[in-house]
């Protein structure tokens, strides 16, 4: 790593003499900055440091050092702020990210201005809304969604399931329930609305139980049965943010500190792909395919997926209409075509596609 050169070391000192810490791993004096600020907030929360400056300054430097090792920050503070829900943030699982923040809400705002336009719409449903979160991770979009929806004060209700591979993942997505429970950010009856269960997605083997996996087993068995069809729950919307990084963008194109900090199998699909998915489709798609049969299998009427950007996109897009789906794209705030949506056609959910009426669109 290039050492910092000495004039901007004693602009930044003057400062304040921890902030050239904080300048190695970002090189971005606005962020390191922004870094001491959190990192101080943190240091004044702690009741056992209250009596002591001497203390805080020696646990605010030690955090310092951390941050300067590449350590995210939201690992060192515990959190990470996901629009309006904090996630708890470990090795065990990626740090959610802002495109993801924009996906869910500009979903969230969708199906508000869009859908549940009205009151007749919501009472029409005749049952609960339902949500399938592949690849949950810590559970941010799950969340989010959940949060979203309790504000909508649906008449019957809905109900989110977040599925991922990882225990270390499903340990902080079930803290973070907990801890939004806590905050009073989500209500009690989130236990019962919002779920979480370990299970890989891309090995659907046989069931023993008449379903198609363990994985669409759980799934059934997640969401309640009072509009069976052919003994399974429709699932509304499936949300994905799989891995999508290819081997070789893992190495090029991430940060050091998402190598050192973030576990590998959330960004990369691993070597060996199932069965059912053709040689022609390359490792960092493998996830989509296969996510959109758990779609098909549960009559989704809509799938959001979050891609790597243009050209994922659009093969992406392309895999959805070979398998019958009308599709979109949304751009992000840095105008790259991060999101694919699905929706069937008979499905009436054509708006999906339009700019949000609350300004998180950046079409
Ligand atoms: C890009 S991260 C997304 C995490 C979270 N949804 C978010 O948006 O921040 C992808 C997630 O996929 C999970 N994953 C990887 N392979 C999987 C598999 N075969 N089945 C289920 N989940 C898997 C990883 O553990 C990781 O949590």
Known sequence: MPRISRGIASYLRKKNKLLPLLYRDSRIPELAEFDLRSLKEHVLQREDLKNSPRRQFIYLKSLCERRARAEPLEHILGTACFYDVEILSGRGALIPRTETESMVMRLCDDLKNYYFVNGSRRNNMGKKF??????????????????????????????????????????LARGSLEHNIRSGALPEEARRDVGFSQGNVLSPKESLHGGKSDVHDDITSFFTHEDRTNNKPIVDVVVANPPYVSASGYWEDTDRSVRLYEPEIALVPPEERPKSIQDDILREDVFYPTIEEYAAYFESKAVVFETGGDKQSNRIKSMLENRGWETGTWKDFRGIHRNVVGWRKESGWNWLPLPSKDGISYD
């Open 130 to 171: 339902r949500i399938l979160d592949l690849c949950t991770g810590s559970g941010p979009i799950a969340l989010l969604i959940a949060k979203q929806l309790y504000d909508l004060n649906l008449p019957y209700g809905f109900q989110v399931l977040g599925v991922d591979i990882s225990e270390p993942a499903l340990k």
